[in-house]
């Protein structure tokens, strides 16, 4: 049976990715501040009460489960960093969370991870990034958001090559402008239209994909 670990399971994406992956018969390992929200919810699925910036945490997770084989590792959980966007109202203390979510959270996972991700079939390491974190792109606002999803995208990059030897593929995702509590009700995406979606870029996924930074219809996203 493929198993898959997801964080901030319990809302949004994270939610959703927890349905799908559930209902095509995985075993499903949902980390979430508040797993109780995920009660109800039908398949193989193991709940676990998780904050990613705990970093003990993270690590007693990964002895608690040292024996499983992970096939996809998706790092999920982060937060807007609205309150540090605007230019005139930085607010370091905004910023160093915003870091600590999206940035440092997902390394630590994937660092204590990779062993379990090494083990298994899928050899799989996601990362929910955003076209927002794109460079190339970038149309100005959104400081913090932004740097903090370039820097995933970087570390992710380079954890694509210091991983290469152990065959694991590497990819940041970038999901859509998607209707959740930080994507708003205006996008042009739902939750279920995104989430199969990305789902099956991931079912896809091959050894030249590694290190890749990919939209949730396949396609490429410069850096």
């Keep these: 049976m493929p198993t898959v670990l997801i964080t901030g399971a319990a809302r949004g994406l994270g939610l959703e990715f927890t349905r799908q992956y ?22 193989d699925i ?8 705990d970093h003990k945490a993270v690590k007693a997770l990964a002895a608690e489960l040292a024996t499983e084989a992970i096939d996809v590792l998706i790092c999920n959980a982060g937060v807007a960093g609205s309150a540090a966007g605007t230019l005139g109202q930085i607010d370091a203390s905004a910023w160093r969370e915003t870091f ?8 630590v996972m994937a660092e204590a991870f990779v062993p ?3 083990r ?6 996601v990362a929910i990034s955003s076209v927002l ?3 190339t792109n970038s149309n100005g606002g959104m400081y913090a958001y932004r740097a903090s999803k370039a820097a995933l995208n970087m570390e992710w990059r380079s954890l694509s090559l210091d ?17 959740t509590d930080m994507g708003g009700s205006g996008a042009p995406l739902t939750i279920a239209q995104s989430v199969p979606s990305m789902v099956k870029v991931i079912d896809g996924l ?10 949730y219809d396949g396609s490429g996203i410069p850096w």
């Excluded at 193991?46 to 910036?53: A, F, G, N």
């Excluded at 991983?163 to 209707?179: D, E, F, N, S």
């Excluded at 091959?206 to 939209?215: A, E, H, L, T, V």
């Design 22 to 43: 559930a209902a095509k018969g995985w075993r499903v390992h949902a980390c979430a501040r508040k797993p109780e929200a995920l009660a109800g919810l039908k398949g």
């Design 46 to 53: 193991h709940p676990h009460k998780l904050e990613v910036t």
């Design 163 to 179: 991983t290469a030897g152990q065959g694991l593929i590497c990819v940041a995702l970038h999901p859509g402008w998607v209707q």
């Design 120 to 125: 298994s079939a899928g050899k799989k390491l």
């Design 116 to 118: 379990h991700v090494a």
């Design 100 to 107: 600590e979510v999206n940035t440092l959270a997902p390394l």
């Design 133 to 135: 974190g794109s460079i």
């Design 206 to 215: 091959k050894p030249g994909d590694n290190g890749r930074f990919i939209s």
